[in-house]
């Protein structure tokens, strides 16, 4: 079965399966410009590495994280929900930039924390100006901003909010947006602690089986640990939009 967790001794490096080739692309945060020029690169990377014996399926595994921030959250997800290219298949995961976006749609009292990480600018790329929390008539002002969120959002961009999956394991690797509760079984783990999990699982030395590879802490480069691989390297800000590619045991980096 391709698409399941395989537990591997670390004695032997993680793989992906045979005839497999992963390209797991970090945090977007709204920079549609450097995902274009991204996903040319991958496209052009998997005609110059051809096919294994017997064929290979490329697959894109996004980890989250396409929203806020940067200036074009909205064309992001216009374009990730339009499907993959050519040729390709593709994962999306959820983001705890996602999560709070799909929380205010419920609930008004989610505003002001999403607004504060970045959430002003996702709105903005919708045509809604986003509240002064100085002003005293705040609070009517972002349930005004709801409103126009709910109405305005397409219907295909709601469909892939919504339907964005928490994790994915393919062979020795494990894919969420922040990381895994150390020690906790893969169906014990909470959605918080892979959506926002930093310090506890950034600064365990455990072995958690599969290889875990995340974003949402950003690192000038990969980080690249025995247990984890760590690929946002703060595109909104750094222009530096990454993407890890796995195949067979080899891994290997493409960057904008």
């Known amino acids: 079965m391709i698409f399941g967790f395989a537990r591997q001794a670390r004695a032997e490096p993680a793989a992906v399966p045979h005839g497999l080739r992963l390209y797991a692309v970090g945090d977007i945060h709204g920079r549609l410009d450097l995902l274009d020029r991204l996903l040319a690169e991958i496209i052009t990377d998997a005609e110059r590495a051809g096919d294994a014996p017997g064929g290979t399926m490329n697959y894109l595994v996004f980890l989250g994280d396409y929203v806020d921030r940067g200036p074009d959250s909205s064309g992001v997800i216009e374009r990730l929900a339009e499907g993959p290219p050519p040729g390709f298949g593709a994962f999306y995961l959820k983001g705890n930039h996602e999560a709070a976006m799909i929380r205010f749609l419920t609930d008004l009292r989610a505003g002001p924390a999403w607004l504060r990480f970045g959430g002003d600018a996702t709105l903005h790329s919708y045509g809604i100006l986003a509240p002064d929390p100085a002003d005293p008539l705040f609070a009517a002002h972002l349930q005004r901003v709801q409103e126009r969120l709910c109405h305005g959002l397409p219907p295909r961009h709601l469909a892939f909010l919504t339907g964005l ?5 393919i062979g020795g690797y494990l894919f969420v947006h922040a ?3 150390p020690g906790v079984p893969m169906d014990a783990q909470q959605e ?3 959506l926002w ?3 506890d699982f950034l600064d365990s030395p455990a072995d958690h089986g599969p290889v875990v590879v995340h974003g949402h802490t950003i690192t000038t480069s ?35």
Request: glycine share 8%; proline share 4%.
């Open 165 to 169: 999956r928490p994790s994915l394991a």
């Open 179 to 181: 990381g895994i509760r």
């Open 192 to 194: 918080d602690d892979l």
């Open 197 to 199: 999990i930093r310090e």
């Open 222 to 256: 990969p980080d690249v640990r025995t247990n984890r691989i760590g690929i946002d390297t703060g595109a909104y800000a750094t222009n530096r939009l990454t993407c890890l590619v796995l195949e067979g045991t080899e891994r290997r980096f493409l960057s904008t």
